[in-house]
């Protein structure tokens, strides 16, 4: 399963590529307002740094602002300019739709971002969407359970032939990504602290502790 990062933040890109952990970035205007980026130039340059960040067969979507189709066609061109290994990241509606269709036609690859249904997630799959990023926490955040939402678009999929790639996104915790693992999907979108509490487990410390202990009790 791949772990791509959920962050525009270049100090968790670095840390989580030296953890071995990084096969490619998503972000979302929420997460780029929150670099020190303040106009469009300086956005493209950042876009710029996370890419140079990444290898070959890795990507970072970069999310498009506008949600008439025009824009949205003209904004995504522009980003996936910047680099090639950005991936366009388009809101999953109407508009959205057929902005994917007219990437795929274009060979420009596409997210199709704020999955919350089963249907949507078909809808972007016949667009030819790359990706889809079915949003597990913000589901869970509504007592709807978003593993089951990860599930059903896993079985729709598998009964067709589509390309698009399951990216499941808004995780929240350990579990989450576990879960998503046992479902088999391509990837999933976390934030470097969920990586890192993959790590923990109490009695890998105790046992660490008393291995070490044991040692130098006995070997000076
Ligand atoms: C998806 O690509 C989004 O960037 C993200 O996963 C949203 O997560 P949140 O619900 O924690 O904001």
Redesign the pocket.
């Known amino acids: 399963m791949k772990f791509f990062i ?1 962050t525009a933040n270049l100090k968790e890109i670095d840390e989580a590529r030296s953890l071995g952990m990084l096969d490619g970035v ?3 205007p ?2 780029i307002s929150k670099e020190s980026v303040s106009n469009q130039k300086e956005i493209q340059k950042h876009y710029i740094s996370i890419c140079e960040r990444l290898k070959n067969d890795e990507n970072v ?1 970069a999310e498009v602002i506008s949600t008439n189709y025009i824009d949205m066609i003209k904004e995504g061109e522009k980003l996936s300019l910047l680099h090639p290994r950005i991936v366009v ?1 388009i809101p999953m509606t109407k508009n959205g739709i057929k902005a994917i269709k007219y990437f795929s036609n274009k060979m420009i690859k596409t997210n199709c ?1 704020l999955i919350f249904s089963t249907g949507q997630a078909l809808l972007a799959a016949k667009a030819g969407a790359n990706y889809v ?1 079915p ?1 597990v ?2 589901l869970d955040d509504v007592s709807y359970n978003g593993l089951n939402l990860i599930q059903e678009i896993k079985n729709v999929y598998d009964n067709y032939d589509f390309d698009t790639k399951i990216l499941a ?4 915790h350990s579990l989450h990504i576990i879960e998503c693992s046992k479902i088999g999907i391509h990837a999933v ?1 976390s934030p470097i602290n969920v990586i890192y509490s993959l790590l923990n487990h109490p009695l890998t410390n105790i046992g660490l502790e008393k291995f070490i202990k044991d040692f130098h009790r006995k070997i000076k």
């Open positions: 959920d998503t972000t979302n929420s997460l979507s990241k971002t990023s949003f926490g913000r996104a808004s995780i929240r979108t």
